[in-house]
T-cell receptor, first 111, second 115 residues
Framework: GDSVTQMEGPVTLSEEAFLTINCTYT??????LFWYVQYPGEGLQLLLK?????DKGSNKGFEATYRKETTSFHLEKGSVQVSDSAVYFC??????????FGAGTRLFVKA | DVKVTQSSRYLVKRTGEKVFLECVQD?????MFWYRQDPGLGLRLIYF???????EKGDIPEGYSVSREKKERFSLILESASTNQTSMYLC??????????????FGEGSRLTVL
């Protein structure tokens, strides 16, 4: 069945460091891919999305490119801030209603 | 501002009690979902509904039921709570027309502890 695998955390970085969180997926058909973020004490919110191969989603300095050949959707940011500390979830949405989530990666950014 | 509201942020219940978790959205969304979130497991779908009075089982429906009597409200019911249902429960909604490409809008979550 469809699945999402993302790198285990926690990831600890210093402010202004480069961030990569790896995400790979298994799916039939042509799913959409998402990154959601969960700040402490809050629900999830959409960070970015890509709906077809080679699309790049971007928001708040974060980027991810839908790579069908490597079945990946890695999240990157060039310079992280303390306020980026959160849990990040990679997700895919196949052709039915069931969005499938990865296990989440917790990011800590130190000042 | 669009909103998904869950009735209780924190609940403590005893084993065997009946538990109701309520979720209301003000976006006129057709689709509503209940997930549970556990460390290391991500979010797992319990039930979803794509219309009033319609419901579909997700990946882990055992021990749960749902009710959708009105479009804006989706309730999760634990008929007889057990300790392995201690978890964070997240409600979400989305537009039916965007079921593949659209985002899910989440509530803040209800943290349930079963003693």
């Amino acid at each position: 069945g469809d699945s999402v695998t993302q790198m285990e955390g926690p990831v600890t970085l210093s402010e202004e460091a480069f961030l990569t969180i790896n995400c790979t997926y298994t799916a039939t058909g042509y799913p959409s891919l998402f990154w959601y973020v969960q700040y402490p004490g809050e629900g999830l919110q959409l960070l970015l999305k890509a709906t077809k191969a080679d699309d790049k989603g971007s928001n708040k300095g974060f980027e991810a490119t839908y790579r069908k050949e490597t079945t990946s959707f890695h999240l990157e940011k060039g310079s992280v801030q303390v306020s980026d500390s959160a849990v990040y979830f990679c997700a895919l949405s196949p052709t039915n209603f069931k969005t499938i989530f990865g296990a989440g990666t917790r990011l800590f950014v130190k000042a | 501002d669009v909103k998904v509201t869950q009735s209780s942020r924190y609940l403590v219940k005893r084993t065997g009690e009946k538990v109701f978790l309520e979720c209301v959205q003000d976006m006129d969304h057709e689709n509503m979902f209940w997930y549970r979130q556990d460390p290391g497991l991500g979010l797992r779908l319990i039930y979803f509904s794509y219309d009033v009075k319609m419901k579909e089982k997700g990946d882990i429906p055992e021990g749960y039921s749902v009710s959708r009597e009105k479009k804006e409200r989706f309730s999760l019911i634990l008929e007889s709570a057990s300790t392995n249902q201690t978890s964070m429960y997240l409600c979400a909604s989305s537009l039916r027309a965007e079921r593949r490409t659209g985002e899910l809008f989440f509530g803040e979550g209800s943290r349930l502890t079963v003693l």
